[in-house]
C-alpha cells in the first residue's frame, strides 16, 4: 500500500520508497545517545567500583573502631561520675565526722567533771 499524494511522505523515505543516501538525522542521534549512555555506564561502574560502598571486612574494621570510640567515651563519662560520687563521699564523711564530734563535745558537757560524782 502507498501513501496517498496528499500525506507526507514518512520520515527518511520518498514516495519511491526508502532513501538509503541519508541514515537521517533520528538514526545519528540514536547512535551519539547510545554512545553517550554507554560511556556513562563505564563512568558510573568504575566510580561505584572506587567509591563503592566498603568491603565486609572494611565494614567490620569501621564497625569495630566506632565501638572502641563508643567504648571509650562511656569509660571517660564512668570515670568521670566515680570521681563525682568519691567526692561526695568524702564531703558526707567529713560532715559526718564534723557531726560525731560536735556530739561528742556535747555529750562531754553535758556529763562534765562534777556529773559522774554522786
Known amino acids: ?3 496517498p499524494d496528499d500525506e507526507p511522505a514518512a520520515h527518511g523515505s520518498t514516495p ?4 538509503t543516501a541519508d541514515p537521517g538525522p533520528a538514526r545519528r542521534g540514536v547512535l551519539e545517545g547510545l554512545g553517550v549512555a554507554v560511556v556513562a555506564g563505564i563512568g558510573g561502574f568504575a566510580w561505584f567500583s572506587a567509591a563503592g560502598p566498603p568491603s565486609e571486612a572494611e565494614r567490620e574494621r569501621l564497625e569495630d573502631e566506632q565501638d572502641q570510640q ?3 567515651q562511656e569509660d571517660e563519662l564512668d570515670e568521670e561520675q566515680d ?3 568519691d567526692e561526695l563521699d568524702e564531703e558526707q564523711d567529713q560532715q559526718d565526722d564534723e557531726q560525731d564530734e560536735r ?3 556535747q ?3 553535758r556529763s562534765g567533771p562534777d ?3 554522786g
Not at 16 to 19: A, I
Request: no cysteine; net charge negative.
Open 1 to 3: 500500500m502507498t501513501a
Open 115 to 117: 556529773r559522774g560524782r
Open 107 to 109: 555529750d562531754e558537757d
Open 70 to 72: 563508643q567504648d571509650q
Open 83 to 85: 570521681q563525682q560520687d
Open 103 to 105: 556530739e561528742d563535745e
Open 16 to 19: 519511491e520508497g526508502p532513501s
